[in-house]
């Protein structure tokens, strides 16, 4: 079992930056990619980005490429997302999600999820 915990949300005004943290238990988690999605009200969940257990190999959607950075630090058993120059768009429920069959867009890819923590970017 992983357990995840997201936090780092928060209100934040147009061009601003957040940085969100996921920390992870159980004891396998070292070895599973991460991945962190999103959900918009009344939208679909969709792909934010995604790290390699080794954090060599990174994935990233078109949206927030040259924005966002994923990282991973295994000693503090914790993913981060850093978000710099934050657009409107960018509000929605942010969650971390950690499975076993590497680095993927697809939601499918990840067997545990965290709660999720909000960002909002006000205009």
């Known amino acids: 079992q992983v357990q995840l915990v997201e936090s780092g949300g928060g209100l934040v005004q147009t061009g601003g930056s957040l940085r969100l943290s996921c920390a992870a238990s159980g004891r396998t988690w070292g070895s599973y990619a991460m991945g962190w999605f999103r959900q918009a009200p009344g939208k679909e969940r969709e792909f934010v980005a995604a790290i390699s257990w080794s954090g060599f190999t990174k994935n990233y959607a078109d949206s927030v490429k040259g924005r966002f950075t994923i990282s991973r630090d295994n000693a503090k058993n914790t993913v981060y997302l850093q978000m710099n120059s934050l657009k409107p768009e960018d509000t929605a429920d942010y969650y971390c999600?950690?499975?076993?069959?590497?680095?993927?867009?697809?939601?499918?890819?990840?067997?545990?999820w965290g709660q999720g923590t909000r960002v909002t970017v006000s205009s």
């Open positions: 999600a950690a499975g076993p069959r590497g680095v993927s867009s697809s939601g499918s890819y990840y067997d545990y």
